[in-house]
């Protein structure tokens, strides 16, 4: 009967993965980093997608972007209409 009591089919759980702090960490920063989305991320580091979610917006809270806007950088009109002058 414990097989029955593992992780059914669609509950959201991950299989026998083990969380550590260095597997969540990692996760956090290839999500960060877009190199990998976020089921792939859940499945890396043993957590359900929700469980990801929490904590990557926490990661989030306490960690700066990391990308820089060129100073030769242009502005884009946001739905304003150009005068053709």
């Keep these: 009967m414990s097989v029955l009591r593992g992780n059914p089919p669609g509950s959201g759980h991950t299989s026998k993965v083990k969380t550590t702090p260095e597997n969540v960490n990692e996760a956090h920063e290839a999500l960060f ?12 580091c043993g957590m359900t997608q929700k469980q990801l979610k929490l904590t990557f917006w926490e990661y989030l809270k306490y960690h700066e ?9 242009f502005e884009i009109s946001r739905g304003q209409k150009q005068s053709n002058q």
């Design 33 to 44: 980093h877009a190199t990998m989305n976020l089921p792939a991320a859940a499945a890396y």
């Design 65 to 73: 972007p990391d990308y820089q806007i060129p100073e030769n950088s």
